[in-house]
């Protein structure tokens, strides 16, 4: 035998050895000074069966003034790091009063929803003379799940066919629905809004989340107007029930009304193309003229290995829906935006100063939210939330097996002779 | 001292299966080094090497012998010995008479709930030759254009022929032989699909034949999969099918390409050869003639389907580009 293989083969005997003997120093939790946010618990570098590794030790507290690494598509960052303009980040913590434990696993849920008709007309309102214009546009939403839940009818159904694809698997008829309930809790973003110099009319781009905005204004703070762009179902808390608010959440064709974010050169994909040395004009050039974002998707456009294509289609998908949105709104859509490609809170105005009073939080539990017409709308305590869905997908599961229940696995069939 | 058990305990539970992975890691990169410098890759360099092999071929040896336990079991069904029955239809193939179809968003949900049972009529041909009773194993349901799901259904079942004799087959290898039928593809090509049923029902019966003739040469068979294809064209149809049939082999028998395949030009006709007057039939009613014409010159001869071109002269090249006219 020899020497590599005697030391490849104890390295596994030795690795397991000095797992168990740092494992009880790992699972301690570290806790912050401030009993708020606290760092991620992570495992002392090991050597692991077979070879060696080369984790890194993190310790402390990151640092919300940094953003981390951009991801495939911009910066994903979590609570409680808060992006403002010019994609520099603070700490909701040190610019709102009140903010709620971020430890806490309360769901916060509203008290009542007031519906609000889509747009789908494209048209929504334009800014008024003397109204200051605070861009707002991301992703997705990183926040906290709230106990506002939406489900579309083919999301229903989605979730009920992975249900009977399930029971065809284990060969069962299984009374309840386990993970098969239809998704559709909304992520909580706030938006702090700090600009007193004029009325705010504030515009919420999404692109593929479910999002309830919070509006979380300072003092002095008049929003004039709110208009959420998404795809996805979307939903406001506005800081006053008379706040004017308009939502669409489908992608309209006839105008290009479906938000897309402009590629930028941090961009993961961006890096990769640029390492790879491909020629984006020549990429660009194969390209078929622009088509609709669903029917893109829907041809299967999408898949491994055609990162550059989907990039550059972004650009091309960007520079129409910002077409539209100049159009509506008079200028670029990702003019002077705020936002990453997911975040949990956002602020539009300047940082409070140290010793300047804090934007007083706004809860949801308890609020009435604006929201666009959906086919299923709940809100409450997650077990109600949950019942009520299971009640649609029990009724909807019989109703596609014509009422015979047995009928999900069918019965074994003899020779008849 | 209890934790030093504990230690101990645990490092024995995940210490000694990484310890013996690496030693049938190692017993493998052995049987490599040898076989490239030409030693005899049937011994090992050391002791330990050698319990690498051991292990990593009574782990070899177990799987194995499971799946063929599965395969020649006769009373359990088992996903390892079953037919592939693939339909194309709306959703409304699954509504009852007078039952109204479900809102678009809901089609295919309709076809995941339905299609196991109404994929059952795949039971029909294997139980009316091979196979004794016939159990629903899984789908799949594959949203094409204008409203049609493919849907491919996977049925177990339980043989009603004979599997052969297992006992004292243990360190048997499983072999594996593909058949095409039939073997001369052009018998069910073009065909009436008023004969289809019946094409259908003697492919079925032809696999069986297949299944038979190796377990009487070689001591045991199952047919471990089964799938018929169909292609309709108008009132005509080219049907085929295709099974995988499963043995067990003496590890000091030799196995050659002919045990794995059909590729022999077994005559196969007599069964399929009361089809072609149908087929005549059939070309004449359509307005159509199949039958090659040579052409003026005579040198060069286009296939059905264009494209492909085969010498006709002293077969010294296999194709050929066509003479300029």
Redesign the interface.
Same mark, same amino acid.
């Given at each position: 035998?020899q020497p590599s293989?005697v030391i490849?083969?104890l390295a596994?005997?030795i690795?397991?050895?000095v797992?168990?003997?740092t494992w009880e120093s790992d699972q301690k939790e570290e806790t912050s000074a401030d009993g708020g946010v606290s760092a991620p618990s992570v495992r002392k570098p090991s050597l692991f069966?077979?070879g060696v590794t080369s984790l890194t030790s993190v310790s402390g507290k990151k640092d919300p003034s940094k953003l981390g690494s951009a991801n495939l598509r911009g910066y994903t960052e979590k609570t409680p790091l808060m992006i403002a303009a010019d994609l520099k980040s603070y700490s909701i913590l040190d610019a709102v009063e009140g903010y709620p434990s971020l430890k806490s696993n309360n769901v916060a849920h509203p008290a009542a929803v007031t519906k609000v008709a889509p747009i789908t007309d494209c048209q929504f309102r334009k800014p008024a003379e003397g109204e200051a214009i605070a861009n707002v546009f991301i992703g997705t939403g990183s926040g906290v799940e709230t106990g506002l839940h939406v489900v579309t009818?083919?999301g229903i @159904?989605k979730s009920?066919?992975s249900w009977? @694809?399930e029971q065809?698997?284990k060969r069962t008829a299984a009374t309840t629905w386990g993970k098969h309930i239809a998704e559709g809790a909304l992520r909580k973003v706030d938006v702090v809004v700090t600009d007193t110099s004029a009325p705010v009319y504030l515009i919420l781009q999404s692109v593929s989340s479910r999002i309830l905005w919070n509006i979380l204004p300072a003092e002095g703070v008049e929003i004039a107007h709110i208009a959420a762009v998404s795809y996805a179902p979307t939903a406001v808390n506005p800081p006053t029930p008379e706040t004017p608010v308009e939502i669409s959440n489908a992608f309209l064709d006839d105008c290009a009304m479906g938000p897309a974010r402009k590629p930028a050169d941090h961009w993961g994909f961006i890096k990769n193309m640029r390492k790879s040395g491909t020629d984006q004009n020549e990429v660009l050039a194969n390209i078929p003229a622009w088509q609709s974002i669903s029917s893109y998707y829907d041809e299967g456009h999408y898949r491994e290995g055609r990162e550059e294509e989907v990039i550059l289609r972004g650009h091309a998908v960007h520079e129409r829906y910002s077409n539209w949105f100049e159009e509506r709104f008079g200028f670029p859509a990702a003019q002077d935006a705020v936002g990453i490609a997911s975040v949990a809170h956002v602020l539009v105005g300047p940082m409070p100063a140290a010793d300047a009073p804090k934007v007083p939080y706004r809860s949801i539990s308890g609020s009435t939210v604006k929201i666009s017409d959906f086919e299923h709308i709940y809100f409450g305590p997650a077990a109600e939330r949950v019942a009520s869905i299971a009640e649609i997908q029990n009724t909807? @599961?019989r109703? @596609?097996?014509?009422e015979d229940l047995t009928?999900?696995?069918?019965a074994?069939?003899?020779?008849?002779e | 001292m209890s934790t030093w058990i504990l230690r101990l305990g645990v490092l024995l539970l995940f210490g000694l299966p990484i310890l013996l992975l690496n030693v049938t890691v190692l017993s493998r990169a052995d049987k490599f080094t040898r076989a490239i410098n030409g030693e005899n890759t049937e011994e090992s360099s050391n002791a330990l090497m050698g319990l690498g092999r051991k292990i990593d071929s009574a782990w070899g040896n177990h799987k194995k012998n499971k799946r063929a336990d599965a395969i020649f079991s006769a009373e359990k069904f088992t996903a390892l010995r079953q037919v592939t029955y693939t339909q194309t239809f709306t959703v409304d193939a699954l509504l009852a008479d007078g039952e109204e179809a479900p809102a678009p968003e809901f089609h295919e949900l309709w076809v995941q709930a339905r299609a196991p049972k109404y994929m059952m009529q795949g039971c029909d041909l294997p139980l009316a030759t091979f196979a004794q009773s016939c159990a629903f194993s899984s789908i799949d349901v594959d949203e094409k254009k204008d409203g049609f799901f493919k849907v491919t259904a996977e049925l177990a079942y339980l043989p009603a022929y004979p599997l052969g004799d297992i006992e004292g087959k243990d360190g048997f290898s499983l072999e594996t032989k593909h058949v095409n039928l039939p073997i001369d593809r052009s018998a069910t090509r073009d065909i009436p699909i008023s004969a289809a049923d019946e094409v259908e029902l003697d492919l079925h019966h032809a696999i069986l034949e297949e299944c038979t003739a190796l377990r009487e040469e070689k001591g045991t068979c199952a047919i471990s999969n089964f799938q018929v294809s169909r292609k309709d064209n108008g009132n005509l149809t080219t049907i085929a099918a295709s099974g995988t049939l499963k043995w067990l082999n003496d590890p000091a028998a030799e196995v050659t390409l002919t045990d794995r395949t059909n590729y022999q030009e077994t005559e196969d006709s007599s069964r399929f050869a009361k089809f072609a007057a149908l087929k005549e039939a059939a070309k004449k009613m359509m307005g159509g003639d199949d039958e090659e014409k040579p052409e003026a010159g005579g040198g060069i001869k286009i296939l059905n389907g264009g494209g492909a071109f085969k010498s006709a002269g002293d077969g010294s090249a296999k194709f050929m580009k066509p003479e300029s006219k």
């Open positions: 035998m293989q490849l083969t596994g005997v690795g397991a050895f797992l168990i003997t069966g077979g009818d083919s @159904a009920t066919i009977f @694809a065809h698997r909807l @599961a109703q @596609a097996l014509g009928l999900v696995i069918p074994i069939v003899e020779r008849t | -």
